[in-house]
């Protein structure tokens, strides 16, 4: 491996930098919703990164020390743009949270709807990398068990609308036709799955739920009212944080009436949670 001194003695290496979207629109974005800094969400690899799209196109093409020159320089769409850029970004985030995120990444790439990303690896289930790879299905190493990548085509690694759509799908604010969840909102969401996640080692009471696939799962009963209740309070403007309790006044009314609703027909209104 390299050391840091002798990477910074080529020109190429030098060179490198991070293009203005995929910073303001996508990394601080990313950074300021899960509240990680930059060790945890960022373009740049590190020295052993030695190929692909957390270097340069010009650093791969060029480095006497990159490993694989052909990855992430061949296809017409790496020629397009500033061959000095990084195209890609890693996300620190781990269990349920990365399982949901590659899912949408998932669906995002998979049928076409957002042509800008190149790759994309991460996992479901925290035993098998998934991803994709310049056109079809792909994996990679187990590092992507505890962490997302997303690589662009050096075309898009600029590009705000794609951008705004991997933004979308990594944090699960709605996307339609690139319009974003106000933020506020969607980091009160993923406070909520975090709530939920946690109270699920202390529930003792559960009913079936329909999974959407068929398949009746055991859900805490308190999870399912909690969560009816917290997105019923979000929907007339009442801040949810992390640590949020039902008996506050903010959200009491709006508790006891889902609740009820929950109650008199748990598996009919827990269909869709």
Known sequence: MPSYLQLAQEQV?????????LTTLLIEPLREFYNMGAASIGAPGDNNHLYGRHRSAAWDRGSAYCTDR????????????????????????QGEVLYAAS??????????????????????????????????????????LWHLHVGFWNGSADDPETMRLVLAAITGQSSEEGADMDTEQARQLYNLDRLNTALLLDADEVTQLDDGQGNKVSYPLMIVRRQKAILKALAEGVTVEAEVDLTDAAVEKVAKATADEIAADPERDGADT
């Open 13 to 21: 290496w030098q060179d490198q930098y991070v293009p203005d979207n």
């Open 103 to 144: 899912h949408r990444m998932d669906e995002l790439v998979r049928f076409g709807k957002c042509p800008g990303v190149a790759e994309w690896f991460g996992t479901f289930d925290g035993q098998t990398v998934v991803g994709w790879y310049e056109g079809g299905p792909s994996s990679s190493d187990d590092s992507h």
């Open 70 to 93: 052909s990855y992430g320089t061949t296809d017409a769409r790496d020629h397009d743009g500033d061959q000095d850029i990084y195209r890609a970004l890693d996300v620190g985030i």
